[in-house]
């Protein structure tokens, strides 16, 4: 069952379909509110939308993926339908994201960068455990080369 409803979708500031405006729109919000862009590597978008008075977003994909972050060597699996409610920094109430940890699928329910000069992002779960993890590890790899010599060359 969706956790979108029809009402939501008719409310929506912005409602977008197919995989190449969703990819566009869903790497622009999160750098938007500060987020690194390759955070929801998903596939085969289908439809996202985004209700700016409550900063309630939603992307749905044809079906789930598991998505391996080289850098830290953590699976991640998004389901085919993702939710959030976002704010500058923190992504908050997510659905449809778990990682794994040792054997076990874990959810995930929050998402935030403390402190952008640490360098950090914190993932939180429903049951309040945390773990941290570098910014760069859910950077898009071609982007952070472009960024580097962006800032060399200023």
């Known amino acids: 069952m969706s956790l979108v409803t029809e009402e939501m979708k008719a409310s929506a500031s912005e409602i977008y379909h197919g995989d190449e405006s969703c990819q566009e729109k869903s790497k622009f919000l999160l750098q938007e509110v500060g987020m690194p862009r390759g955070l929801l590597p998903l596939k085969d978008i289908e439809e ?3 209700l700016k008075d409550t900063g309630y977003v939603w992307l749905k994909q044809k079906k789930s993926i598991t998505h ?3 850098k ?6 998004y389901a085919p339908e993702v939710t959030a409610v976002v704010e500058q920094s ?7 994201v778990k990682t794994k940890e040792l054997l076990i699928w874990i959810t995930i329910s929050d998402i935030y960068v403390d402190d952008p ?3 950090k992002i914190t993932f939180k779960t ?5 773990r941290s993890f570098p910014v760069s590890a859910f950077e898009i790899e071609g982007e952070v080369k472009d960024n580097k010599k962006k800032k060399e060359k200023k």
């Open 117 to 119: 000069a640490t360098g």
């Open 90 to 96: 923190k992504i908050k109430r997510l659905t449809g």
């Open 48 to 50: 996202c939308g985004y």
């Open 126 to 130: 429903p049951a309040g455990l945390s």
């Open 72 to 77: 830290i060597g953590k699976l991640v699996s």
């Open 68 to 70: 391996k972050f080289d």
